[in-house]
């Protein structure tokens, strides 16, 4: 791997001499481990033994296996995310976000972190996961539904869009765009589009984006900013801004992490990964929190009845809920997401809650979203396949008639996790699998 003579320039100027030639001699000598994180809502039946320190969900796997051929993918049993960026699940478990939160996920996608913070906040909580990027926004939708759960709104907006919400979230988490220094050896292509004035332009973004932002948290709230990079410039001069706006940086005690770096830099104090130090990929992360007192949010005092929906008996949750159109279909959100839904300004929404489905004649037919839901129905007919067949329906092949089989819709499900809908006509069984979720390759 030639690493741009820039960089390795930089990288021995900003670190001892030790810890630079450890550094670069991982990212150009070593794989990058592979880690998964598990979704605690889901089943999955693993071999996975080596738990990543700072997060109890998440595992090494000893290779890379091929994720778009596995079942649980698919499932939503696991999110394929990188180790480092993992220690967000220390930071949540330790700041003690309150019963009814209401989180942003600023720069959310593909949904690594967002699936985290949904994994860590209490049913009563709300996340707003934003993409501005249609495509990535997409990407970011699809993670987010096969998770299972229904307490997300997904945006896609500028974040100077969020300026209209005045000390509105209890946690803002700002995972900004930048070089990608701490990826080269997973994606060797980032290395192309690295440059010095990229770096800037990087930091001056930064700023903008947490200039933007910071308005919108409550006193007493978090702000928690990271980065993929080794550049002090974007990890301690652009969130530096902060300091002057209201906020204290914390620290957090990280001695049974003994491989993270405490580093503090023009006033910031922050959190380093390095390959050669820790095993995972390089990372940044800064906690900074707004002076004064977090109060909780408080329900509306005046309640609009829910309307009946036909995809209630679907699903087993402790909430209300309520109806909202969006591009022409049907959603249905539980009814702490719902108040949070009827206050947002005039952002695009592109996601929330869960898609129901569509009622023809008498029947309803429920959309691929339900089945994803962690909280389904019991009560709902099953349909267990084996890992060939559950190929075969992920590729939206038509499975073999069964004529044990009654007639009627059932959730295809490969070991106790669902992949989606079929219905058994007599002599076929018509998948139902949507043609975007299909696996698109020869398995």
């Known amino acids: 791997m030639n690493l741009p003579t820039d960089f390795i320039a930089r990288i021995q100027k900003d670190l001892p001499a030790q810890e630079a030639e450890l550094l670069l001699a991982t990212i150009q000598e070593h794989k990058a481990p592979v880690s998964i994180r598990l979704n605690p809502l889901k089943k999955f039946n693993h071999s996975y033994n080596e738990t990543v320190a700072w997060c109890s969900e998440g595992r090494y796997l000893p290779e890379r296996i091929s994720f778009i051929e596995d079942p649980h993918w698919h499932a939503g049993a696991y999110y394929v995310q990188e180790a480092s960026s993992m220690f967000l699940s220390h930071i949540i478990k330790n700041i003690q976000l309150p019963e009814h939160t209401i989180?942003?996920?600023?720069?959310?996608?593909?949904?690594?972190k967002s699936t985290l913070i949904l994994s860590h906040l209490s049913e009563h909580s709300t996340l707003i996961a934003n993409e501005i990027i249609p495509n990535r926004n997409t990407i970011l939708r699809?993670?987010?539904i096969r998770w299972g759960q229904a307490n997300f709104i997904v945006t896609q907006a500028d974040p100077s869009s969020f300026k209209a919400l005045d000390d509105f979230f209890d946690a803002v988490f700002v995972d900004a765009p930048c070089s990608g220094e701490g990826l080269f050896r997973r994606d060797p292509n980032s290395m192309s589009e690295w440059s010095i004035a990229n770096t800037q332009l990087c930091t001056t973004r930064q700023t903008q984006i947490l200039e933007q932002l910071h308005s919108s948290i409550k006193p007493g709230g978090y702000l928690i900013y990271s980065t993929c990079t080794f550049n002090p410039s974007e990890n301690f001069y652009a969130p530096s801004y902060l300091l002057n706006e209201g906020f204290e940086n914390l620290e957090f005690d990280?001695?049974?992490?003994p491989g993270i770096i405490k580093e503090c830099q023009n006033g910031v104090l922050?959190?380093?990964f390095r390959p050669g130090n820790i095993k995972g990929e390089g990372f940044f992360v800064s906690i900074f929190k707004k002076k004064g007192e977090?109060?909780?949010n408080h329900t509306p005092k005046v309640k609009i009845a829910p309307k009946p929906v036909p995809e209630r008996h679907f699903l087993e949750l402790p909430f209300n809920l309520y109806p909202f159109k969006l591009g022409g279909l049907d959603f249905v959100v539980p009814e702490p997401t719902y108040w949070v839904l009827k206050s947002l300004p005039q952002l695009k929404i592109t996601y929330a809650g869960i898609e129901a489905g569509i009622v023809k004649g008498k029947d309803f037919i429920p959309s691929h979203a339900l089945a994803y839901q962690a909280n389904i129905s019991?009560?709902?007919?099953?349909?267990?396949?084996d890992l060939q067949q559950a190929k075969v329906f992920l590729?939206?092949?038509s499975l073999n008639p069964r004529p044990d089989l009654e007639r009627g819709l059932y959730l295809v499900c490969y070991e106790e996790n669902a992949l989606g809908w079929a219905k058994n006509i007599g002599n076929r069984i018509n998948n139902l699998l949507p043609a975007e979720y299909r696996i698109k390759k020869a398995v």
Do not use: Q, V
Request: glycine share 8%.
């Open 270 to 272: 922050g959190y380093a």
């Open 142 to 144: 699809e993670n987010l």
């Open 103 to 112: 989180a942003l996920d600023a720069c959310a996608a593909p949904g690594g």
């Open 294 to 296: 977090l109060k909780p």
């Open 395 to 397: 590729k939206k092949e």
């Open 254 to 257: 990280i001695k049974a992490f």
């Open 378 to 385: 019991s009560n709902i007919p099953r349909l267990e396949l």
